[in-house]
């Protein structure tokens, strides 16, 4: 399953330490098992390096969920959740990116934050662990957390927007994507929409070549995370390709697959790629389809040639 996202740990992260007081270290073998995770999922590194994505994420979470009053920190590194964190626990109130940074107190710990950005306290202090920042990380290794945190949160955000989406923009975004990522030589007009009533399962359809002897066939699916693609739904869209005389489709969905829908396509002969929510995000950040760039840091080095002593 994907690796998941930072607002996905916050929940899980708050009851891990509403018992005693733990390190996000510890909470590890709990997430692992919680989600399900593999060995390779846990140890996916991010591009510097220096941490786990899953570590990453979850030590993330629970630096949100302290600066909103919801956990404590009796001690360095070291963190348990607070009376208003079990209060929130007891009432059995969901939590996720977009409530967490809606309470009060996760508001002013965040402007209080850019109030100090402002004064450019921040490249005048060394980094710390109480800012979730490890002791030996260089610069560039805090921009490619900050960059990691951005994009998770990134992903719940366009994930909230998908979900709102009338169902025809949707089924135009996944044809956009598609083309944009190379499918029909990223020409647009080899991509059509064709969702509606009776399709027979099939949203959109994208030619690989000018006269559309070979086409890759489109189902879009805006489910809600709790609602999984299963066995059937991809069996329905086995048959519609069948029914077409097509070989490729691609299957995309804001939800996820079931373990029993993606075995599924190893016994068929057509060839199915297979796109959840999280990595639908993803691309769509990838690929800038509904994001834009807002800002672009350049990180410069020596240029050894240039300062290379003269050759005798």
């Given amino acids: 399953m994907p690796i998941p996202s930072m607002g996905e740990f916050l929940l899980p992260c708050l009851r891990l330490l509403a018992g005693e007081a733990r390190n996000t270290r510890q909470c590890m073998p709990a997430l692992q098992k919680l989600f399900a995770l593999s060995e390779d999922e846990m140890g996916e590194a991010l591009p510097s390096g220096t941490r786990t994505r899953v570590f990453d994420r979850a030590d993330w979470a629970v630096q949100h969920l302290y600066w909103a009053g919801l956990v404590e920190r009796p001690e360095r590194g070291v963190y ?4 208003e964190g079990r209060a929130w626990l007891a009432a059995g109130k969901p939590l996720d990116w977009r409530i967490v940074k809606a309470i009060p107190a996760h ?4 402007a209080a934050a850019a109030e100090r950005n402002n004064a450019n306290s921040a490249s005048t202090q060394k980094p710390s662990q109480d800012s979730a920042t490890a002791p030996d990380e260089n610069p560039e290794d805090v921009i490619d957390r900050a960059i990691g945190e951005a994009e998770a949160v990134l992903v719940d955000d366009i994930l909230d927007r998908l979900q709102k989406m009338h169902p025809t923009r949707f089924e135009q975004l996944i044809v956009d994507l598609l083309v944009k990522m190379g499918f029909g030589g990223g020409d647009p007009a080899m991509g059509e929409r064709i969702g509606k009533s009776g399709d027979g ?5 994208i030619n690989e070549d000018a006269l559309g002897l ?8 805006r489910w809600k995370p709790e609602n999984k693609i299963s066995r059937p739904d991809l069996q329905g869209f086995v048959g519609s390709l069948t029914g077409e005389g097509a070989t490729k489709g691609v299957f995309v969905t804001t939800s996820d697959f079931t373990r029993e829908a993606r075995d599924y396509l190893n016994k068929v002969q057509h060839r199915i790629v297979l796109i959840n929510g999280e990595r639908l995000a993803r691309l769509m950040i990838q690929h800038e389809v509904g994001v ?9 080095s020596i240029d050894e040639d240039r300062f290379a002593d003269p050759e005798g």
């Fill in 107 to 110: 508001q002013a710990a965040m």
């Fill in 80 to 83: 348990r959740a607070t009376a």
């Fill in 214 to 221: 070979d086409a890759v066939y489109v189902q879009a699916k």
């Fill in 292 to 300: 834009r760039a807002r800002r672009t840091f350049v990180i410069r």
């Fill in 201 to 205: 399962g099939i949203d959109g359809i």
